[in-house]
């Protein structure tokens, strides 16, 4: 079993999950210019980066990653898009993203699981926890279909399910402390430093939430996966 992992950005990499998973990942990086494939292999991921979900310009490979998000909503291969993964699969499949109206919401912050997360196979028990947060975009219109999951107090878009095994998070699970403070390096954050200091005073509670979530994505896709 393999996942396919498409990376927009060296400093978005897999972080914690690279660790969780336990299934081998093809990670593809197209700003090196590598090909984004047509169609993904046991598993989907799709990461997060510093362009809007409709900025082709910008990342000229991004209608080729929402083709792919398509196909592998339509085949039910399990997927997980994270952050703007989650708005180009939103957007990939008849949503709406959009410029978010409450600014950046940046930090540990709190996301809160909704009635239907009770069932789902990934969020169920997660309840209230802290996520990494860095985004200034937001998924304003869920895909037709789409299952609310979490919801948070800057942007309630925070986690969806889409048809069989394709789930979209705002939020970074993947982020570790060290991953966060590259984000914040350089920025004109005037509270970043202290925003790093609350990531990584968060952090036994983020791995406490967010690996069994990886690892039950995990689950699904061995229990999916095409013989």
Not at 126 to 149: I, K
Request: glycine content about 10%; proline content about 6%; charged content about 20%.
């Amino acid at each position: 079993m393999r996942i396919t992992v498409i990376e927009h950005e060296a400093e978005a990499g897999l972080g914690y999950l690279a660790g969780w998973l336990g299934i081998a990942c093809d990670v593809v990086r197209p700003y090196l210019g590598e090909e984004v494939p047509a169609r993904a292999a046991d598993g989907l991921i799709v990461l997060g980066g510093a362009a809007a979900a409709w900025e082709d310009e910008r990342s000229p490979w991004q209608p080729a990653t929402r083709d792919l998000l398509r196909r592998a909503v339509d085949e039910a291969t399990p997927t997980l898009g994270i952050c703007l993964g989650a708005q180009l699969l939103t957007l990939a499949c008849g949503g709406t993203v959009e410029r978010g109206a409450n600014g950046l919401e940046v930090g540990a912050r709190e996301v809160v699981a909704l009635p239907a997360a009770r069932e789902d196979r990934l969020l169920a028990g997660v309840g209230t926890a802290l996520a990494v947060q860095y985004h200034q975009d937001a998924m304003t219109g869920l895909p037709a279909g789409a299952v609310p999951l979490m919801t948070g107090g800057q942007y309630p878009n925070q986690a969806y399910r889409l048809g069989e095994a394709a789930w979209a998070v705002q939020f970074h699970p993947e982020a570790t402390p060290e991953i966060f403070a590259s984000w914040t390096h350089g920025s004109d954050l005037d509270a970043a430093e202290d925003l790093n200091r609350e990531v990584k005073s968060a952090e036994p509670a983020l791995v406490a939430t967010w690996r069994p979530v990886a690892r039950a994505f995990a689950e699904v896709i061995r229990a999916t996966a095409r013989p």
